[in-house]
């Protein structure tokens, strides 16, 4: 990951006096364990009074320890990859829409989820649109998927401000770092 190298490029680029500033090059197939120290060694040598974007990062536990080390924005397509797939993000995990069990489940989604898919689908009829190649299914999904990282966000802004941002990283942490019961 040459940690020398991000320091670095982080050092230089902060050189020219830019407005704000961009970390890549992460998120490219190295593992969590290994995409963190690199991160530091980039953040270590940015300003923390102006914005940190983190491109291509986007699974949940990755944008929390990305927060509690100062990136302010993110953007990434999982979410809506994932969707496309028969994968949905749930306070519980990965849940795959695909799966046999969901065939006549007239549960939402995620029962905590304000988005009109939770509102008005249930699993079983999700899982037929997306066993029969239904366009909506994608849809549908990509709604429930972004509203679901919306809250998470908004979890986060909350618990940064109650000061309480280590104990949800150990929450979310214990869904999706591989240590929780997440679901397919």
Same mark, same amino acid.
């Given at each position: ?15 020219? @006096?830019? @407005? ?13 364990? %290994? #995409? ?18 983190? #491109?291509?990062?986007? @699974?949940?536990?990755?944008?929390? %320890?990305? !927060?509690?080390?100062?990136?302010? #924005?993110? @953007? ?55 066993? !029969?190649?239904?366009?909506? =299914? ?20 909350? =618990? ?25």
């Amino acid at each position: 990951i040459e940690a020398d190298l991000r320091a670095e490029s982080a050092q230089r680029t902060v050189e020219l @006096d830019f @407005d704000g500033y961009a970390v890549g090059g992460l998120s490219v197939g190295e593992t969590r364990e %290994e #995409m963190l120290p690199a991160l530091d060694a980039a953040l270590d040598h940015l300003p923390v009074d102006q914005p940190r974007y983190l #491109m291509g990062v986007g @699974d949940p536990l990755s944008i929390v %320890e990305a !927060v509690a080390r100062g990136v302010d #924005m993110f @953007d990434c397509v999982l979410p809506t990859r994932l969707a496309r797939h028969g994968t949905l993000l749930t306070d519980a995990g990965r849940l795959n829409i695909k799966r046999a069990e969901f065939a006549r489940s007239e549960d939402p989604i995620d029962p905590n989820c304000p988005c009109p898919t939770c509102a008005t689908y249930s699993r079983g009829y999700l899982r037929h649109l997306t066993a !029969v190649g239904e366009p909506a =299914a994608a849809s549908l999904c990509t709604v429930h998927n972004l509203t679901w990282m919306l809250g998470l966000v908004a979890r986060i802004r909350a =618990a940064i401000a109650a000061g309480r941002l280590d104990g949800l990283r150990a929450e979310v942490a214990g869904v999706w770092s591989g240590s929780g019961p997440g679901l397919g």
